[in-house]
């Protein structure tokens, strides 16, 4: 399994295990901690799914493109627009 499956997997299991134990935690002294734990969970989700949209528009940019003949100048364009549009976010992506 790779890195980014086991991050998925600990961040699903983290929540899941959390969510599942509310009542011995909400309203303790670490219930802020715990919040927070959550929140960075979903965060480093977003991050994972957000990185793996990225990568799939290129790998679908790549399918299009090995037959360039199939490819119409509207369809360039299109393609020429969204890196540009990419290029904004993948500084962001890490």
């Known amino acids: ?5 086991h991050l ?3 961040c699903n ?3 899941s295990k959390v969510n599942d134990n509310q009542p011995l935690w909400q309203g303790t ?4 901690e715990v919040n927070s734990l959550i929140a960075k969970a979903r ?6 799914q957000d990185r793996q949209d990225f990568e799939d528009q ?9 037959d360039i003949n199939t490819v119409s ?6 393609m020429r627009l ?6 904004g976010r993948a500084h962001d992506l890490g």
């Open 1 to 5: 399994m790779g890195e980014m499956l």
């Open 8 to 10: 998925t997997l600990a």
């Open 13 to 15: 299991l983290l929540i």
């Open 29 to 32: 002294d670490n219930a802020t």
């Open 43 to 48: 965060s480093s989700l977003q991050a994972h």
């Open 58 to 66: 290129l790998v679908g940019f790549e399918g299009k493109l090995k």
């Open 73 to 78: 100048p509207q369809d360039l364009k299109d």
């Open 82 to 87: 969204s890196l540009t549009n990419m290029l």
